[in-house]
Structures are given as structure tokens and as C-alpha cells.
């Protein structure tokens, strides 16, 4: 299977600040990478798919780049409601595998 | 809107088997594949396996393989999630995810709220 790993594992930022996560394959992955916000207690929401495509609704403060084994996730300016915990998600090949999480929290 | 409503959280004894389920509403069930997906208490999300609801076809992550069942009956756009002989370990979160069909699509793009299910003797 291929492992997924992000850093950091959690991070506090101010309001307003730019947040960078980082996720890194354990083999080419192309472009075949997610990103999900999941809130405490609530579902994952798709955030960001094939690398750095928006999904539908998501605002455009959230962006993605990457391709192969190395993938960056920004948020540019951080808002009181982009608190949670973020994971990125391969879907090269069968199983799809997640990173561990960021936990993002307001400082 | 899409909207994928799970069934309430159980509570089984080591042995037992669970079935879960995930009403589908807001579109066309059989155009959508529906995953499953674990979370145990402080680890990550675990891919379980998904379902082609269309045709019923299934693929499920190895780690599952033999103890994992997932149907749907598409008269009630619903799918179903059966796991066997629990144990300690398989007390987590599972979810419901839909995902586009086709080798283009790659993500589930709406989840369901998740069921709780415990194991404790």
C-alpha cells in the first residue's frame, strides 16, 4: 500500500495568517491526491481534488499544487471556521490511503 | 442537495456481526459508487472497500477481505455495510462516501454523518 505522510501533524495559526500542510507519498501518485477538512464529530468535506482542482462550493482561499510524490495545501488567509483537521487522500491505485492529519487549531 | 443519512450507532459484543446502513437522496443512485471508510479513535481514515450500485459489483481493501459484505438494494437508494466477527479493534466511525463513476473521477465528494459502532463485552 502506499503511505501517505503529512506535516505537520498539528499547527496553530492566528486568524488571517497564511497555513501551509505538506503531504508526501511513498511512490508517484501523478496527480491523484485529495484533501478533506473534517470538523470534531462531523464527516470529512472534499476540499480539494486531483492535486489542486476546488470542489464544487469550497472557497477560494483554500488552494493545492503538487504532482508525483510531493504536495502542498494552502489556506491564505486563515478563518475561525477553517479550525479541524486536515488530511490529504491518494487515489493512485487500490486501496486509497490517507495521510495521518493536520489539526489546525486558532491561536 | 446530495445527502447521505447512516443508520444509528450499535453496540455489539466481540463475535457478532454489524450492518450499516446509507440511504442516498438529492441525485441519481445508480451513477455513483458508495464507499466505506473507518475511523478508530486517534488514527486515520481507513478505506473499507466501495460498491458500483448499478450492478452490484464489489471490491474490498484486503485487510477486510472475509468479513466485510456490502450490498444495496437500488429500489430504496440505499447501501449497506456488513462487517463479521467483530472484535475490540473494529470500534470506530464508519462512513458512507459517494464517488463519481468513471477511471477519470478519483474522490468522494459527499459523505454521510458516520454510525458509531462500539464493540465491548
Known amino acids: 500500500d502506499i503511505q501517505m505522510t503529512q506535516s505537520p501533524s498539528s499547527l496553530s495559526a492566528s486568524v488571517g495568517d497564511r497555513v501551509t500542510i505538506t503531504c508526501q507519498a511513498s511512490?508517484?501518485?501523478?496527480?491523484?491526491l485529495n484533501w478533506y477538512q473534517q470538523k470534531p464529530g462531523k464527516a470529512p468535506e472534499l476540499l480539494i481534488y486531483?492535486?489542486?482542482s476546488l470542489h464544487t462550493g469550497v472557497p477560494s482561499r483554500f488552494s493545492a499544487s503538487g504532482s508525483g510524490t510531493d504536495f502542498t495545501f494552502t489556506i491564505s488567509s486563515l478563518q475561525p471556521e477553517d479550525i479541524g483537521t486536515y488530511y490529504c487522500?491518494?487515489?493512485?491505485?487500490?486501496?486509497?490511503?490517507f495521510g495521518q492529519g493536520t489539526r489546525l487549531e486558532i491561536k | 442537495q446530495v445527502q447521505l443519512v447512516q443508520s444509528g450507532a450499535e453496540v455489539k459484543k466481540p463475535g457478532a456481526s454489524v450492518k450499516v446502513s446509507c440511504k442516498a437522496s438529492?441525485?441519481?443512485?445508480?451513477?455513483?459508487?458508495i464507499n466505506w471508510v473507518r475511523q478508530a479513535p486517534g488514527q486515520r481514515l481507513e478505506w473499507m472497500g466501495w460498491?458500483?450500485?448499478?450492478?452490484?459489483?464489489?471490491k474490498y481493501s484486503q485487510k477486510f477481505k472475509g468479513r466485510v459484505t456490502m450490498t444495496r438494494d437500488t429500489s430504496a437508494d440505499t447501501a449497506y455495510m456488513e462487517l463479521t466477527s467483530l472484535r475490540s479493534e473494529d470500534t470506530a466511525v464508519y462512513f458512507c462516501?459517494?464517488?463519481?463513476?468513471?477511471?477519470?473521477?478519483?474522490?468522494?465528494?459527499?459523505w454521510g454523518q458516520g454510525t458509531l459502532v462500539t464493540v465491548s463485552s
Open positions: 487522500q491518494h487515489y493512485n491505485s487500490l486501496p486509497p490511503t
Open positions: 486531483d492535486a489542486s
Open positions: 462516501a459517494r464517488e463519481p463513476i468513471g477511471e477519470e473521477y478519483r474522490y468522494f465528494d459527499y
Open positions: 460498491i458500483t450500485t448499478g450492478n452490484g459489483y464489489t
Open positions: 511512490q508517484d501518485i501523478s496527480n491523484y
Open positions: 438529492g441525485y441519481t443512485f445508480t451513477n455513483y459508487a
